[in-house]
């Protein structure tokens, strides 16, 4: 399959502005942005997925040095387009930081559409669960909601066609292998948690969207951890994190929306209830289930729904890292 190189460079005019120059400004100082941050290289690999009946792209940032013996621990994300070029950077950093314990960084695998490819209608269908009924309230554009229910059919691609693809091509350790997921994609890690529980050895959802159609989410979790086959040797390790204003208007919806707008949107909030519903999730889990799943679940103070992504992308690599005793 083709194989194209991607670096991206991160300058400090895109982190802080660029200061302009003058005549008060000596003639040795800098008059351009001044290069900050390592290079880091990601890998684009195009699959045709026969199951999605269309292409797709593998996203892969590696360490820069040798595979352990075992190979490298891998986190698989989902939304490739938003989270591979963070990861590279957080998974890259966190590697410094692990040499010195003797610990590698993961490789990182991001799901991602062709270029242009990407839509929200897309990405609901993708990243939501097989149905027969849904109960959902009224988006908050007040469109109709798209074509649901794919999701089962996108796993079914992940298992049988991408990571048999990464397996072929990189040195990973097979019993190393993370599931990482936010909003609508940390709603699908839990599902693939609780509907195929030998997928992967860890799981990470983030701000996990548990308002869709919410029975479902917590009776499959319940099914689950009943289920007398699902007998792990060790616990699962599983990470939830949620936002704690998650369930509030940003700074930013208050100053730019509307206030009809800003009605809608806090009231698809209070309904959501994320932080609520993830709580309540993670008190089952730790109730019932904490023989069989060893649960991480925290509230982000002073987080919403877009800023617990990028903390819980750091605390991922930090788990993957970690290696698990021998039970």
Known sequence: MPVSLRRFVF??????????????????????????????????????????????????????????????????????????????????????????????????????????????????????????????????????????????????????????????????????????????????????????????DAYVAVSPSLWFNRPQRFDEIKDLIANPDFAPARPIPVMITVGADESDLTAWDKMRLPSDHQERRLKWKKINAMVDNARALAALIARDGSAKIDLDFSVLDRTNHHTAKPITMYRAIEMAMTPRETP
């Open 11 to 200: 300058a400090a005019a895109s982190l802080f502005g660029v200061v302009h120059a003058s005549t008060a400004i000596a003639d040795d100082q800098p008059k351009a942005p001044t290069i900050m941050a390592p290079t880091e290289v990601i890998y684009e690999h195009v699959v045709h997925s026969d199951l999605l009946g269309r292409d797709m792209r593998l996203l892969v940032w590696k360490p820069d040095h040798d595979a352990p013996k075992v190979g490298f621990p891998v986190i698989y994300s989902f939304d490739g387009e938003t989270s591979i070029t963070a990861f590279a950077e957080f998974a890259a950093q966190a590697g410094v930081l692990g040499a010195r314990y003797k610990l590698s960084a993961p490789m990182i695998v991001a799901f991602a559409e062709m270029p242009g490819a990407h839509s929200n209608d897309q990405r609901m269908y993708d990243f939501t669960p097989f149905a027969d009924t849904y109960e959902l309230h009224e988006r908050p554009n007040m469109l109709e909601w798209p074509k649901l229910g794919g999701g089962d059919i996108y796993l079914d691609a992940v298992m049988t066609e991408f990571k048999p693809f990464i397996a072929a091509q990189y040195a990973i350790d097979a019993d190393r292998e993370t599931l990482f997921g936010h909003s609508l994609g940390g709603m699908m890690v839990l599902h693939t948690l609780a509907t195929r529980p030998d997928a992967f």
